[in-house]
């Protein structure tokens, strides 16, 4: 069992927003069990609280390129991730943070600072039990090329995939275990980052205006401008960085295995809208008889059956964990040795069938394809299947998780692009063709 934490005595810093080039300080003080993350505006009048939740996230946070938070009425705090980064990664749940004024200082551009003055004021136990979120079910979104997928795990394991068009910022992979000792050590001092041809677009937009090169590397066609890395893999340990922070915004630590491509906080706090969904079980997830699924929502086998014509022993869909009508989908087959192919592939060595693997990821195409309105109790016929590759064997008590996305979408013909995962590993993959008829 582990007990909440808070700070054992109060402490100060100072710095410059890195947006609005805002001078500021921040006060830490302890407070009670069961309070969690709260800032408090004194320069306002009223002294406005905000808390650290999902709730108060602003959507002007895509704009600005960070997390912020408020209650629309004037009390927005700015720039948040780095420091919910530092307190998640030492196990910090209850704090008050006295702010004078609406961006939390940039600091070096890390966790670093935050982490050092948060150790010095002492971590102290509390008497009551920490609480986890604990993911239960795999969760999927995605914008654009970006996507992250959220599976269940005992611990808290992130795997990141940094992909720029850049050749100093080509495609790079880090995956940890977080924990206490693994974020001092490898995330804490990952400093924020960018282009250097972007420069002057976000000064533009009214951004970055208390950026420099010690607390920003900016990224040239040589390298970094008037600094050097701390690691070789500096950028994509901050975009890590950013997601853990962004994470504790659900207001207790998260247990699960994060895997991303791309994202930054505008997915990320998606995510994380999605998994308070998941929390507080607000989302819908029925569909009356005959009805079609809404966008967005998860769907169990009585739904999908709605839309698939297969049934027992070749509905091969548990569940469809994420769904864009006509463009993307994201389905769930949970593989056991009940499963009536294993008894003779192979007796004694089950291993998954390839071409099941590939139906499987067909029917969560086809659920994609017959969900909208102008398909409507049409079947989807294979035509072809293309460039089929077959990465690992399927085995008893794994968890496939399909990803499936629109090439080509027509009135009577569909193409897609699947792809089968398991434990984030891709195991599969298929260009699909169809003919939807009547």
Known sequence: MENQRTIAKEVSLKGTGIHTGHAVKITFKPTQSDSGINFIRVDLPGKPVVKANVENILPKSSAMRCSCIGKEDGDEVYTIEHLMAALCGLGIDNLIIEI???????????????????????????????????????LFVAEGESNIMVLPYPGLKISYTLNYDHPLLKADFLELEINEESFRKELSSARTFCLEEEVNG?????????????????VGKKGVIKNKLRYENEFVRHKMLD??????????????HIIALRSGHSLNLKLIRKLEQ?????????????????????????????????????LFVDRIISLE??????????????????????????????????EAMAQVGGVMMLSSDENKGKIAYFM?????????????????????????????????????????KIVAEADLMFVLSD
Request: hydrophobic share 35%; charged share 25%; proline share 5%.
């Open 384 to 424: 072809s299947i293309n460039n089929a590759k077959f990465r690992k064997t399927v085995l008893p008590g794994d968890q496939l998780i399909f990803k499936v996305e629109a090439v080509k979408v027509k009135s009577k013909t569909g193409q897609v692009r699947g792809e089968a995962f398991v434990n984030g």
């Open 202 to 218: 976000l000064r533009g937009q009214g951004l970055g205006k208390g950026a420099t090169y010690d607390n920003t590397l900016v």
């Open 100 to 138: 004078d004024n609406d961006e939390v200082p940039a600091m070096d551009g890390s966790s670093l600072n935050f982490t050092e003055i948060l150790l010095r004021a002492g971590i102290k136990e509390q008497e009551k039990e920490r609480q986890y979120y604990l993911v239960k079910e795999p």
């Open 325 to 358: 009508k006509g463009k993307r989908a994201v389905g769930i087959k949970n593989v056991t040795i009940n499963d009536y192919f294993f008894n003779g592939h192979f007796p004694g060595r089950p291993v998954m069938p390839g071409v099941i693997v590939i």
């Open 278 to 314: 998941q929390k507080q079980k607000s989302v819908s997830s029925g569909i009356t008889l005959g009805g079609m699924p809404a966008e967005g929502q998860e769907l169990d086998i009585t739904e999908i059956m709605k839309i698939l014509p297969h049934r027992e022993p070749f």
């Open 243 to 256: 997601l853990f922070g962004d994470l504790y915004i659900l207001g207790e630590p998260l247990k699960g």
